[in-house]
């Protein structure tokens, strides 16, 4: 035993003197011996006593490999290895410590009792070092313990070198023992081709076909991941010899990801295979002059689909360039600038998409003699109304007493924008009447709206209800309008006699004028109106609430003057089959309730149509671009009941991603120069893509925490060229502008690393390490806590025990005076 303050036994002395000096003249004298004892102890603890023993409990460090190159069963083997370990552990100390790039930590369902030690994924179990492990090992050994490393592994390092880490172990005295896993076998399968994209969109599905060899017939079991995360299981049967796989998947994170195949057999082993893919996240410009809510579903599917959505209700600050996909929704595409529809005729030409929803905005433009840039793109073209000549409308109001206050108000803003709605040719007239009727606006055409509208805006109720009388007026002035489509309508909320209403709409039949009934409120004759409306050719409604008034008195002037808008109930029906369908069930979907007439062109793709033969969906490929044309609407107008329809979400993103560009702005190719072990990068720039007045700066990423600059330098007119040495180094390497540009893409490159051709086991090396550490190779895992005739000099504090000492003695002489029952007077 040793003292660090020896000084201190000096005085240890003093307070057993005290004790003597004071035994004959005290009773209290087990109190005065424990005092006397406890003041000893204090001052001995004070003199910080040592003892030095030989420690023979042992620390283990299990270096488990769960690198790329072991099998499954290396792993049940090497997980049943720690398990026997970890049930000897006894008084010891163990850590498992799983390897093969680096270490890692267990997770959690390994550290489980009875869990599987799993297979290290991704990048990081693309190598093995056996260095940086026992290293690593090395260094979590516990001080104090005897020191051991188990080392658990197939042998075959591909990184680092272990013989250092050997004779580092050998000069600390650690023994290394080493157990021997067999390795995963050559496999029989051979992977002879592989084809896959080195681009796509993220949430885009996309194919990789595969040729398999294989020796015999039998199943295959074939696991696709990306940056170690597994994408999809699937089974196969291959026939012996060469066997045609083709698989289709999707990834949602953008950037330059490894993707990694593996094919599974239980007679003829297992190849794997890696290749960099680039994802890129695709963007909209969306043009609406919609208030967000009215297509609000529209919009968080697509950004639900992965896409990011630009949304402008002008002209965009942003080139179009920028974007992959271009959607007008409901936008009156006539009244963008010239040079704005070429600017997106050139965008489509390069390879962008162009995604055209028709609406009610949608509007024709009279004396039109050719085709502009928009027009040339799209693969249809709005239709002229059906009346090259014009349409005549007159319109007949009730403006009795009763129609007072909000009827008569709705009534004028419903014939205000029906005016609103026509075209200069068109003639419009407005008919009042009450006991008597009077022209508000006499037959005109349809030329000054302003004026005409504050005409109507005058309409005042008053007196009685007779309809006859005015509709045989406006019947008789209706009629001989130069006009293709000669249309009535009528609008009360009373009851009338019917004179010989009947007899003058049949008559109208006869001469191609359509009327229409509207009735308002409860106190209608309907079966008047009805039978009007049925003789003339024309439709009826009945409104208890006059809210929606204007929109039916527009939709059916809209729909008998052969407008370019059609609004009724019609369902879609599938002319030719297309991928943009699949899973869709476009069988299922509910009616639309109004479209937009188009022209298709004769090249073009007619996928849907409405009303029997009119154009729903026209795709077509112009350029290097798609450019597609829905004559309906994605909101609730039209399109309520498809919002609500299972396959509404499905449709919307097959039709967006079936027009993204497969083809970019810049190219970028990276490659592996072998004699140089250089990484070199091609740019190339597209067709009419300017060259950017500043290259962006260029990093490449890598493993082990690669980051390096890659220099660019333009080599020829479009084409730049960036060059990088990596020597030999393997994996994944990212080329990543700082900033994104779509001049200078980002790409990547993968050099295989030798971990996923490592067959077999290295056991030679193995006992090599064991022979010279002095460790032992494959002993009894139970053994593993032998300290082997080995020991600690380990020096025991033992100021801690006499202080505890002190502290317990002091409370049995507290309780001795306090309670006198509890022990009797010394």
Known sequence: MTFDRAWVLAVAWLPLAWAAWEWSRTRRRAALAIKAITL????????????????????VAVLVDTSASVSAADLDRASQLAGSMQSAEGRNWMRVVPF??????????????????????????????????????????????VPRVALISDGKENKGSIARAAWQAQQLGIPIDTFGLAGKPRPGLRLESINLPSMAFTGEPFAIDLVVSAPAAGPVDIELAAEGHTLSKTQA?????????????????????????????????????????TLRRPKVLYMTGDPPAQDQHLTDLLAAAQFDVERVADLPNSRLSDHQLVIFNDWDLESLPDAFKDDVESYVKQGGGLLVIAGEKSMYREGKTKMDALDRTLPATLAPPRSPEG????????????????????ARMAASGVVENLRPIDTVG???????????????????????????????????????????????????????????????????????????????????????????????????????????????????????????????????????????????????????????????????????????????????????????????????????????????????????????????????????????????VAEFDSANSD???NYRLGPNVDDPAVIPEIFVLGPDDFRKPLPVKKIAAGTYQGRLPLGQRQGLFRIRPLEDSRAFPEAGLYRPEAELNDYGANESLLKQVSAYTGGRFQPDPRNIFDPGRRSIATTLQLWPAFLALAVALGLAELVMRKWKGVMGTA
Not at 253 to 274: K, M, Q, V
């Open 100 to 145: 093969a790039r680096s270490t890692r930590d267990l997770d959690a369902a390994e550290t489980r009792q009875g869990g599987k030690i799993r297979e290290t994924s991704g990048e990081a179990g693309r190598a093995t070092d056996l260095e940086a492990a026992v290293r690593e090992a090395i260094a979590s050994l516990p001080s104090g313990l």
């Open 40 to 59: 000893t102890a204090i001052l001995i603890a004070l003199a910080e006593p040592r003892l030095s023993v030989d420690e023979t409990k042992v620390a």
């Open 679 to 681: 990484l070199v990068v």
């Open 430 to 668: 407005v008919l009042m009447f009450d006991n008597s009727f009077e022209w508000a606006v006499t037959p005109r055409k349809a030329e000054d709206r302003v004026a005409i509208k504050r005409l109507i805006a005058g309409i005042r109720p008053d007196g009685g209800t007779q309809i006859a009388p005015a509709l045989t007026e406006a019947y008789q002035r209706v009629l001989p309008t130069a006009a293709t489509y000669k249309h009535i309508v009528l609008l009360t909320d009373g009851i009338s006699e019917e004179g010989d209403s009947i007899d003058l709409a049949k008559q109208a039949m006869n001469k191609k004028v359509t009327i229409s009934t509207v009735g308002l409120g409860q106190d209608v004759n309907r079966s008047y109106l009805e039978k009007v409306a049925a003789a003339a050719g024309g439709k009826s409604y009945f409104l208890n609430d006059p809210q929606g008034l204007e929109q039916i008195l527009l939709h059916d002037v809209l729909e008998h003057t052969g407008s370019t808008a059609v609004e009724k109930l019609m369902p879609a029906e599938l002319v030719k089959p297309a991928e943009i369908l699949d899973g869709v069930a476009i069988g299922t979907a509910p009616p639309l309730k109004g479209y937009v007439r188009f022209i298709p062109k004769p090249t073009a793709d007619m996928i849907l149509r409405i009303d029997r033969k009119e154009p729903l969906l026209e795709r077509w490929q112009y350029g290097l671009g798609r450019s597609a044309v829905f004559t309906s609407d994605a909101k609730p107008r039209w399109a309520s009941e498809w919002i609500a329809w299972k396959g509404f979400d499905k449709f919307w993103t097959n039709l967006s991603r079936d027009l993204l560009p497969h083809s970019q702005a810049g190219e970028a």
């Open 237 to 277: 049967s291959l026939q012996a010899g060469e066997n045609p796989v083709r698989m289709h998947t999707s990834i949602n994170t953008p950037g330059a990801l490894d993707l990694s195949l593996a094919i599974h057999s239980a007679t003829a082993g297992e190849i794997r295979f890696e290749q960099a893919v």
């Open 391 to 410: 349409t005549a409308v007159i319109l007949i109001i009730d403006k009795s007493s009763s129609m007072e206050g909000r009827k008569i108000e709705l």
